[in-house]
């Protein structure tokens, strides 16, 4: 290690010592590392933005900052360079493009900058990357092969999977990704719960369902950013998010390839659960890429306590 590197850095595992120790495969560390590194780079952008808003529309037509697409334009310059990723996928995007020459194992599905729209109150946002070897439509399950998430909050923290658990890298004062959690496990119950939509736009039963945790003294968090939000749940080790089938949009609001894949891989990898209120969000078959659907992910409590309220039997054992 060079000179300038704190005692305290020279003693932690950083993040490709991890993966080199945790025997991922040499060029998925280098494409895992090289996104890390990105997301130094969104981080920047956003101090550097200072929170304005530029009032673009996504191809969704949801109000978006310029944040957004800089963050994705970053993204994509900085795989492309990689040399290891055929095809990228992004949220800001209407298509798949191609950005290798066909031989890469690597096709990438990003959120560049999710919750932008949490920018001006300064609470924490995010990025989601999902790294598949094979097209991304179809199963998640087929073709995932890591997934992973970097906060902006007070600190930049990164917590990734390459299908050998589940583990949690802090950003630090030399710029060295350290180890900080390892093998980061959900405990079967846990005691928090996150909820998306509006109450009055739930279906009765999971209105019902959600009394339920209420009953049981549940704690709500829920900050309207899916990265903190699922980082908590993660981090705490246990309890659930949901946004559900809603009456008006049954497919719910989060999108499955964007959002919804990267997390079911993180959370499954530390023991938990992730489901549309039924099927396992990894073995839902993607068809496009603006697909969403409603999701129940964390603890296996929970998760297979929503599934019993949806289908009207209660008798899950605690
Ligand atoms: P923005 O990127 O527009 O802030 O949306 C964030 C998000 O997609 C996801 O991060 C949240 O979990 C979800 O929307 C929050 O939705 P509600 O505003 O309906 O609670």
Known sequence: MGEGI????????DLRRHMWMAGVELDLRRLIWQIAVTGKYISAKI???NRKLAGFKNIYGEE??????????ILKNQLQFSGFVREYASEERDQVIT????????FVTADPLDGSSLVDTNLAIGTIIGIHNGTILGKGRDTMVAALYITYGPLITMVYS??????????NREGEYVLSQENIRLRDKGDIYSLGGLRRDWTEAHL??????EREGYKLRYSGGFVPDINQIVIKGGGIFTYPALRKSPEGKLRLLFELQPMAFLVEQAGGVATDGNNPILDIPVEKLG????????????VETARAFLNEKQEVQG
């Open 47 to 49: 101090h550097e933005s």
């Open 64 to 73: 978006q900052l310029a944040l957004d697409k800089s963050s994705d334009e």
């Open 208 to 213: 019902k369902f959600v009394e339920y945790l």
């Open 162 to 171: 390459a299908g050998k658990g589940t583990h949690e890298f802090v950003l």
């Open 99 to 106: 950005i290798g020459q066909g031989q890469e194992k690597y």
């Open 6 to 13: 704190s005692d305290y850095t020279k003693f932690c595992v």
């Open 291 to 302: 697909q969403r659907s409603p999701i129940y992910i964390g603890s296996r409590f929970e």
